[in-house]
């Protein structure tokens, strides 16, 4: 016997879930208070739509204010002088125009400069990320004398402004023959004192601090000497604190201009710095010497050529930010 004729035989009806109107909804019976306040407050597993909107709302403030500076230089730097002085156009051109990011590229000497930028911020970059890695690692697994003065000392690197410090430390350089080299970026950043380095190494700090004594312990007794487990624990353990000292590094050594023209003065010209001389830079160029020709830099090239200096550092975010998310996601390990 089939089912069908079972029920019918039983005479049971299988029970089907009627849909609730919106007037059923909000009838007395069922538009309680509790439902008002599950609704607008949610619960421990709902999120409620007052908070829902508030997420929302700040996603889209935050969105807005980080994307429209982005927006604003792209929109500009597409339009022409024609477009610039039409009072009607005020975000979108009427016409794509490339012709300034061709006269921005060469007033930057892009290629040329971006060699340059590159060999001044990714190779310290490496650099400190490898040294502060070692400090902090020295840090957080051993314990000897001094440590608490070392500690000190780090912090005291951050506090103290660089205004106050990159004077003696050029004429320190100046003693050692370090200006107008790429070793003056080089040689700090090898023994942990490049630009911010106190912050890294206290990143490195936290993340060595969290790895179990029982697992260091098992590896010396299996005969692993202090630079295996380093190595074989301690990089595995910290791959997010290693990414993000590379990022952070990178971006402060590419944004650096003060220490670039102290440090190099004119063997080494980066694009940060090339762009804080555009103006002059293009006068030079495109007007003259003698500024005969009347033709001089306006926003919409110079906004081309902001795009143009930002945009190595827009490209790397993107093509690292995928493993950046997953090295957060596995770094977690459980301190004793």
């Known amino acids: 016997m089939s089912d069908k004729n079972l029920t019918e035989t039983l005479s049971i009806k299988p029970i089907r879930k009627k849909k609730m109107t919106m007037k059923e909804f909000f009838s007395k019976e069922n538009f309680n208070k509790l439902t008002v306040k599950s609704f607008l407050f949610g619960t421990n597993e709902k999120r409620g739509f007052i908070m829902t909107v508030l997420i929302y709302a700040l996603l889209i403030l935050f969105g807005f204010v980080y994307v429209y500076p982005m927006l604003y230089m792209l929109g500009y730097s597409l339009m022409s002088e024609s477009d610039l002085v039409n009072p009607s156009v005020t975000y979108l051109p009427t016409s794509w125009y490339f012709e300034n990011f061709m006269e921005a590229s060469e007033v ?76 003056s970026y080089y040689i700090p950043a090898l023994f942990g004192q490049g630009i911010k380095s106190a912050v890294f190494i206290m990143i490195f700090y936290q993340f060595f601090r969290e790895i179990p004594s029982s697992v260091v312990e098992a590896a010396k007794i299996n005969g692993a000497g202090a630079l295996r ?108």
């Open 108 to 183: 930057l000497d892009y290629w040329k400069n971006l060699g340059n930028t590159m060999l001044v911020s990714l190779l310290p970059a490496i650099f400190q990320t490898i040294s502060c890695s070692l400090a902090g690692y020295g840090l957080a697994r051993y314990k000897f004398k001094g440590k608490k003065l070392v500690f000190v000392l780090i912090i005291f690197t951050f506090i103290v402004p660089s205004c106050l410090t990159m004077f003696p430390q050029l004429a320190l350089f100046v003693k050692l023959g370090l200006v107008n080299s790429v070793w």
């Open 229 to 336: 487990i380093f190595v074989k624990i301690g990089i595995p353990s910290a791959k997010s604190a290693f990414l993000l000292s590379m990022i952070l590094s990178t971006v402060w050594y590419y944004n650096e201009t003060v220490l670039v023209a102290l440090f190099f003065g004119d063997a080494i010209t980066t694009l940060p710095l090339q762009l804080e001389n555009f103006e002059s830079a293009y006068n030079a160029i495109f007007a003259g010497s003698g500024g005969t020709t009347g033709k001089t830099a306006n926003e919409a090239i110079y906004m081309a050529g902001t795009l143009l200096t930002i945009l190595p550092l827009i490209l790397i975010f993107f093509l690292i930010q995928r493993y950046f998310v997953q090295s957060l996601d596995k770094a977690g390990v459980t301190g004793e």
